[in-house]
């Protein structure tokens, strides 16, 4: 069981350029997020999914899209990068019950310069 | 929305001795509480939690307390180990839905 995989661990951008993360789990789970992780700010959400064919807005979405054609892949996009997408993304899921914790991905290191 | 905040950003314990970290969080309907352990270069890991409805919850050397009228909780470490060091962050999770909220971490330097 691999749990929750990110792809890729590092990318460096320029400023412009596009990208797309992808975040694949095994667990059968139904709700999958992604985050960024900043330093001296914790997690913010960027947008989220409660199943196959939806997404929905987090607390900075702004500068990304997502797609959930498949259950068990969510794609985080970068249609023109900005320094200030500089950061940490994770990609987590949960079964979709509530009074479940996250299972993580280990992470992608995007920097853009 | 949910708001958490956490204290102390950062702590350094002797090894044995024990490690509070404290959360406060602002939505009344947030009613479950996990905290996770984020080694370096690592996903956060899920280490423990707590619903609204259990006011401590313990497993070995890790505990979590919840005081839900002051809407606070805290996660204590006895007898810490040097690789207890991590981040360490506390998240809560309201009514509308399995979004959590998290705090801003604490970095726990456990020295030997």
């Known amino acids: 069981n691999a749990g929750v995989t990110q792809t890729p661990k590092f990318r460096v951008l320029k400023t412009g350029q596009s990208m797309t993360l992808l975040c694949a789990q095994d667990?059968?789970?139904?709700?999958m997020y992604w985050y960024r992780q900043d330093p001296g700010m914790g997690l913010r959400l960027i947008h989220y999914?409660?199943?196959?064919?939806?997404?929905a807005k987090g607390e900075v979405p702004d500068g990304y899209n997502v797609s959930r054609l498949k259950k068990q892949n969510f794609l985080l996009g970068l249609e023109s990068a900005a320094p200030s997408q500089t950061s940490v993304y994770f990609c987590?899921?949960?079964?979709?019950?509530?009074?479940?914790?996250?299972?993580f991905g280990s992470g992608t290191r995007l920097t853009v310069v | 929305g949910e708001n958490v905040e956490q204290h102390p950003s950062t702590l350094s314990v002797q090894e044995g001795d024990s490690a509070v970290i404290k959360c406060t969080y602002s939505?009344?309907?947030?009613?479950?509480f996990p905290w996770y352990k984020q080694e370096l270069g690592k996903g956060p890991q899920l280490i423990i939690d707590?619903?609204?409805?259990?006011g401590e919850k313990k497993d070995q050397r890790i505990a979590v307390t919840l005081n839900k009228t002051a809407k606070h909780f805290s996660l204590h470490i006895t007898e810490t180990q040097p690789e207890d060091s991590a981040v360490y962050f506390c998240?809560?999770?309201?009514?509308?839905?399995?979004?959590?909220?998290f705090g801003t971490g604490t970095s726990l330097t456990v020295i030997p």
């Open positions: 987590a899921s949960i079964p979709g019950q509530r009074f479940y914790g996250y299972t």
């Open positions: 667990m059968n789970h139904e709700y």
């Open positions: 999914s409660v199943g196959e064919g939806t997404t």
């Open positions: 939505d009344s309907a947030s009613n479950y």
């Open positions: 707590i619903r609204s409805n259990v």
């Open positions: 998240a809560a999770s309201p009514n509308t839905g399995n979004q959590f909220y």
